[in-house]
């Protein structure tokens, strides 16, 4: 019997360059190449490593100089892949005089998300980052860990195939962290969820792959347990990191 094909994302080649300041031009990304299936990816790197501007590019907001992003073998480009796609991006500006219930029905609208089905899918959402008891409320009373889970809610409105989510634990408290965690590990079965940050303890225990970033380029990818090995025998994924890192910055 055939096999269902499972889904993929293929990263080829990817390049990036942007101008600083007028002087000069500054390479973030240099060639970076790499082959997602259904499980969690932890993207770790410092700060400047190119994390969110890999992400900006698999999530079609930035446009590479060289490379490209191919979903199921085709240009992750246009409608078909934004249906696919749940994107939370690092930082982002809600509006203030939204409800979290008026904020995710419209961007449920946006996603296309058939009516009659919307709220029970902001629902859904809201539950799955314990936010239901907090819908009515103005965003502009959110915590900064609320708006934080409101944002990773919208990326998984419409049950995306793709999951791309920019330090999504940032302001989280322990409990919501852990709460996430699992989350995102649960919905790994199915599901390529990439989640790019600097907190260890977000990927360490969950994660099926580590991306290891650094200047623009990956260092390595690999389970959490062969990294050790190669880079840390005996101690944990911090020790890895800050084996590979060290006191550099990612510039
Ligand atoms: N629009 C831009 N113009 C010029 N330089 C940029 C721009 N965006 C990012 N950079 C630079 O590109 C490099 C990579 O930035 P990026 O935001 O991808 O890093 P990151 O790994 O996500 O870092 P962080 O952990 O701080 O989120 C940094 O040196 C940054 O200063
Ligand atoms: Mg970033």
Redesign the pocket.
Known sequence: MAQKTLPRLEINGLEKT???SGKGR?K?LNGISMTLTPGLYGIL????????????IITGGLIPDAGQVLWNGRSARGIQFRRILGYAP?QQSLYANYTGRKFLAYLAALKEIPRKNAASEVSRVAEAVNLEKELDKRLAAYSGGMKQRLLVASALLGDPKLLIL??PTAGLDPKERVRLRNLLSEMAKERIILV?T?VVSDVETVANQVIL?RS?QVVDIAPVPTLIERYAPGKGLEDVYLRIFGEED??
Do not use: F, R, W
């Open positions: 942007y101008s600083t500054k973030v790197g410092p700060n400047g490593a190119g994390k969110s501007t890999l992400i900006g690092q920019d330090e790019a600097h970033l623009g990612g510039k």
